[in-house]
């Protein structure tokens, strides 16, 4: 019970600092913030708000940016955003057209193997 409140706990707190950091205008810095853990929960409505949380961020990104943000990120970030992709498709509140974009993106740069990854992990 409290590994879930502290993961409920990390989603709100991501959550307040990515809209501040997209309020700032800085959006590597909150694409970074919500990909450098992924909050351990078994709660589908937690993992789906932290779904929406990194959707958001993403698709604050321009199509013609997504390939410099991606050249930002580490490889657990970007592994990371690959899952996030399918998440943020899968809740259905997120533009797919950039979420697409994204997914384009990340499997140009690390080939299918970031396919595989997001689709066997199944924290996300």
């Known amino acids: 019970m409290a590994e879930e409140k502290k993961a409920q706990e990390l989603i709100e707190r991501l959550a307040d600092e990515?809209?501040?950091l997209l309020a700032q205008g800085n959006k590597l810095g909150a694409?970074?913030?919500?990909?450098?853990?992924?909050?351990?929960?078994?709660?589908?409505?937690?993992?789906?708000?932290?779904a929406s949380t990194v959707g958001k961020a993403?698709?604050?990104v321009s199509s013609s940016e997504i390939k410099k943000m991606i050249d930002d990120l580490n490889q657990d970030e970007m592994?990371?955003?690959?899952?996030y992709v399918y998440k943020a498709m899968?809740?259905?509140?997120?533009?797919c057209a950039t979420l697409l974009s994204w997914h384009a993106?990340?499997?140009?740069?690390?080939?299918?193997?970031?396919?595989?990854?997001?689709m066997c992990d199944r924290k996300v």
């Open 31 to 50: 694409i970074q913030a919500c990909l450098q853990e992924v909050p351990a929960t078994k709660k589908e409505d937690l993992k789906t708000k932290h």
């Open 18 to 20: 990515i809209t501040s």
């Open 58 to 60: 993403l698709t604050s």
């Open 79 to 83: 592994n990371n955003a690959m899952k």
């Open 90 to 95: 899968g809740v259905g509140d997120s533009p």
């Open 105 to 118: 993106a990340l499997q140009e740069k690390c080939g299918v193997g970031i396919i595989a990854r997001a």
